[in-house]
């Protein structure tokens, strides 16, 4: 059972805009960086999102991520159908002494 | 451009070991200071950290796994490997290997993944 906690879905229709928010705790998002991950089916996870807000080389500024508290959120821009997939936030939990990630999101285009 | 291939049997037998290896190409591992990990995906808990090594050899397991797990370094061969001991039904997954930076949730580079059924 995961530590973090993200909405099963979300869903809106192209050109509109999604986010996607992971809870957490102080013992993980809290002290440390959030990463975000996109899955299309059959696929391995890719990096959307580092070190909070950070996109690597390649991703679109149409993905962008913050970081507030013990909280974390992706905002997708101008939702393509390309965009259909599975996102999952990431981060080191201090108390676990372990690396985890969320529930996962399933995002939908209408 | 970095690259990673697991491989290894799809099918393991309850109590015996699971035995992974992924190889690294695109640059030598033996001159970067980089973690490799392990990573695996069920439908029923999602994407759970395995473990990582360092560059340097020192190793870090995920502490709530049921069955004990060894990752292990050949840089010669630009490899790292995955050993998963008494496994049941429950490690039953699709497993990454990947380049974490440092004990993060910063996972750069993945590998495709494989499919191990542990089944009689």
């Known amino acids: 059972q995961s530590v973090l906690t993200q909405p099963p879905s979300v869903s809106a229709a192209p050109g509109q805009k999604v986010t996607i928010s992971c809870s957490g705790s102080n013992s993980n998002i809290g002290p440390n960086h959030v990463s975000w991950y996109q899955q299309v089916p059959g696929a391995a996870p890719k990096l959307l999102i580092y070190?909070?807000?950070k996109r690597p080389s390649g991703i679109p500024d149409r993905f962008s991520g913050s970081k507030s508290g013990t909280s974390a959120t992706l905002g997708i821009t101008g939702l393509q159908t390309g965009d259909e997939a599975d996102y999952y936030c990431g981060t080191w939990d201090g108390r676990l002494s372990a690396a985890v990630f969320g529930t996962g999101t399933k995002v939908t285009v209408l | 451009q970095l690259q990673l291939q697991e491989s290894g049997p799809g099918l393991v037998k309850p109590s015996e070991t699971l035995s992974l290896t992924c190889t690294v190409s695109?640059?030598?591992?033996?001159?970067?200071?980089?973690?490799w990990g392990w990573v695996r995906q069920t439908p029923g808990k999602g994407l759970e950290w395995i473990g990582s090594i360092y560059s340097g050899g020192s190793t870090y397991y995920n502490p709530s796994l049921k069955s004990p797990v060894t990752i292990s370094l050949d840089t010669s061969r630009n490899q790292f490997s995955l050993k998963l001991y008494s496994v049941t039904a429950a490690d039953t997954a699709v497993y990454y290997c990947?380049?974490?930076?440092?004990?993060?949730?910063?996972?750069?580079?993945w590998g495709q993944g494989t499919l191990v059924t542990v089944s009689s």
């Open positions: 070190d909070n807000i």
């Open positions: 695109g640059g030598p591992m033996s001159s970067s200071n980089y973690y």
């Open positions: 990947a380049r974490p930076r440092a004990l993060s949730g910063n996972f750069d580079s």
